[in-house]
């Protein structure tokens, strides 16, 4: 598994993972992928709670509420770019 300075390799927590802006993976090992998209899939869903929360606070940060949800949907993007890396491809 190769990364660089702000990267998160798959064996920390995923609270760390959350302030690394850039999870620029290059690996090729289904293992290590699915590791990964654990991760994030536990971030995301970390997010959605907080979010909810936040949401419920009447003294909401609407700035704050923003970058969380455009965080969330990074996440997303980056599960679904993760999972289609684990679909081999198959040439006709």
Do not use: C
């Amino acid at each position: 598994m190769h990364f660089t300075r702000n990267q998160a390799p798959s064996r920390i927590s995923h609270r760390k993972l959350y302030y690394s802006n850039n999870v620029n993976f290059s690996s090729n090992d289904p293992g290590e992928i699915a590791t990964l998209i654990t991760l994030l899939r536990e971030e995301h869903r970390d997010l959605d709670q907080a979010i909810a929360r936040l949401v419920k606070d009447p003294t909401l940060d609407q700035l704050h509420l923003t970058r969380m949800k455009k965080r969330k949907l990074k996440l997303k993007d980056w599960i679904a770019y993760l999972e289609s890396k684990l679909i081999p491809d198959l040439d006709a």
